[in-house]
C-alpha cells in the first residue's frame, strides 16, 4: 500500500527535508582531508540536535550511527567509525536523515575529499547526481513509477562511457517510498526491468526518495562482514545521490533541497512547487 500524503504532512516531510539539507551542508564542509567518518557523524547529530530532530538512521535495523558515510569503492551503508580516516583525493558519499514530529527526511550526496580528482570521478558524480535530477523531472501526475526508472537509467546510458569501460547502474539498491518510516511501499529500480511492470501511477501525494547508485565499472555488490557496507564487487569506486520529494498539485516538491529544486528542475522547464515551510 502506497501512502498518499496530504498538503498539511508534506509540509511537515519538508521540515524534515530541511534538517537533511543542513546535515548535507555540515558534513560538507567537514569532509576534508585529516577528518575521520566518525568526525561527519558527529557533526551531523549536533545538527540534528540543534534542530530538535530526531535520527533515522541511528538504531534503523541495528544501524549504529546517524549517517552513512560510504568512501571510494563503498556503495552504501558505510559504518562511520575513528579508523576511516579521509585522505586527498578521496570520494565520500554521505547518506543522512532526519525525523521531525514522525515525518521523515531523507538524502544523499558525494563530496570530494581535498583536490587532485580524476577527471573520470568527477564526471561519474556529474552522471549520477543528474541522472537523479532526469529522475525527478519525470515525477509528474498520470506518469508511471517506472517512467522515473527509465528517465535515471536513459540519462546514465546516453553519456560518454568512462575510461574504464562502462557505468555500473547498480541492481540490488535503489529508492523507496518515504512518509512516517523511511522506508515504504514502492520500490523504485534505477533501471528498466520489464517484469516488474510499470508499477504505480503517480497522484499528488505521492512521495519517494529517489537515489541512483552507479559505480566505474560493475553493477554488482557485495556485503561485508559487518552486514551493513555495501562494496562493488570489483573493487570500482562509485557515486551516490538522493533526494526525497513529493508531488504535489503544483508539481514536484524536493524536500531535501534547500531551494525545493527550483533551480535543477527549471532547466527540464518544470516549476517547482511553491515551499510550504515557514523556515523557507
Given at each position: 500500500?502506497?501512502?498518499?500524503?496530504?498538503?498539511?504532512?508534506?509540509?511537515?516531510?519538508?521540515?524534515?527535508?530541511?534538517?537533511?539539507?543542513?546535515?548535507?551542508?555540515?558534513?560538507?564542509?567537514?569532509?576534508?582531508?585529516?577528518?575521520?567518518?566518525?568526525?561527519?557523524?558527529?557533526?551531523?547529530?549536533?545538527?540534528?540536535?540543534?534542530?530538535?530532530?530526531?535520527?533515522?538512521?541511528?538504531?534503523?535495523?541495528?544501524?549504529?550511527?546517524?549517517?552513512?558515510?560510504?568512501?571510494?569503492?563503498?556503495?552504501?551503508?558505510?559504518?562511520?567509525?575513528?579508523?576511516?580516516?579521509?585522505?586527498?583525493?578521496?570520494?565520500?558519499?554521505?547518506?543522512?536523515?532526519?525525523?521531525?514530529?514522525?515525518?521523515?527526511?531523507?538524502?544523499?550526496?558525494?563530496?570530494?575529499?581535498?583536490?587532485?580528482?580524476?577527471?573520470?570521478?568527477?564526471?561519474?558524480?556529474?552522471?549520477?547526481?543528474e541522472s537523479m535530477w532526469a529522475?525527478?523531472?519525470?515525477?509528474?501526475?498520470?506518469?508511471?513509477?517506472?517512467?522515473?526508472?527509465?528517465?535515471?537509467?536513459?540519462?546514465?546510458?546516453?553519456?560518454?562511457?568512462?575510461?574504464?569501460?562502462?557505468?555500473?547502474?547498480?541492481?540490488?539498491?535503489?529508492?523507496?517510498?518515504?512518509?512516517?518510516?523511511?522506508?515504504?511501499?514502492?520500490?523504485?529500480?534505477?533501471?528498466?526491468?520489464?517484469?516488474?511492470?510499470?508499477?504505480?501511477?503517480?497522484?499528488?501525494?505521492?512521495?519517494?526518495?529517489?537515489?541512483?547508485?552507479?559505480?566505474?565499472?560493475?553493477?554488482?555488490?557485495?556485503?561485508?562482514?559487518?552486514?551493513?557496507?555495501?562494496?562493488?564487487?570489483d573493487g570500482t569506486w562509485s557515486?551516490?545521490?538522493?533526494?526525497?520529494?513529493?508531488?504535489?498539485?503544483?508539481?514536484?516538491?524536493?524536500?531535501?533541497?534547500?531551494?525545493?529544486?527550483?533551480?535543477?528542475?527549471?532547466?527540464?522547464?518544470?516549476?517547482?512547487?511553491?515551499?510550504?515551510?515557514?523556515?523557507?
Open positions: 500500500m502506497v501512502q498518499i500524503k496530504t498538503p498539511e504532512q508534506i509540509a511537515k516531510m519538508r521540515e524534515a527535508g530541511l534538517v537533511v539539507a543542513a546535515i548535507h551542508a555540515a558534513t560538507r564542509e567537514a569532509a576534508v582531508p585529516g577528518a575521520t567518518t566518525l568526525d561527519l557523524d558527529r557533526v551531523a547529530r549536533k545538527v540534528i540536535a540543534d534542530h530538535g530532530a530526531k535520527s533515522n538512521f541511528l538504531g534503523y535495523g541495528g544501524f549504529p550511527a546517524t549517517i552513512c558515510t560510504s568512501v571510494n569503492e563503498v556503495v552504501v551503508h558505510g559504518i562511520p567509525d575513528d579508523k576511516t580516516v579521509l585522505k586527498d583525493g578521496d570520494i565520500i558519499s554521505i547518506d543522512a536523515g532526519a525525523i521531525v514530529d514522525g515525518w521523515h527526511g531523507d538524502a544523499a550526496y558525494t563530496a570530494f575529499v581535498g583536490t587532485g580528482h580524476a577527471p573520470e570521478l568527477v564526471e561519474l558524480s556529474r552522471v549520477t547526481e529522475g525527478i523531472a519525470a515525477m509528474k501526475v498520470n506518469n508511471r513509477l517506472v517512467d522515473i526508472s527509465k528517465a535515471i537509467e536513459s540519462y546514465i546510458r546516453r553519456q560518454p562511457r568512462p575510461a574504464t569501460g562502462k557505468y555500473g547502474i547498480i541492481e540490488d539498491y535503489g529508492g523507496h517510498g518515504i512518509g512516517t518510516e523511511m522506508h515504504m511501499d514502492p520500490h523504485l529500480l534505477n533501471y528498466v526491468a520489464r517484469k516488474r511492470g510499470k508499477g504505480i501511477k503517480l497522484v499528488p501525494g505521492v512521495c519517494l526518495a529517489i537515489e541512483p547508485m552507479v559505480s566505474l565499472g560493475t553493477a554488482q555488490t557485495e556485503v561485508l562482514q559487518d552486514d551493513w557496507t555495501v562494496i562493488t564487487t557515486s551516490h545521490w538522493e533526494h526525497s520529494i513529493a508531488l504535489t498539485e503544483q508539481g514536484p516538491l524536493v524536500l531535501t533541497a534547500p531551494d525545493c529544486g527550483k533551480a535543477k528542475l527549471a532547466q527540464y522547464g518544470i516549476e517547482a512547487a511553491p515551499d510550504p515551510s515557514p523556515r523557507s
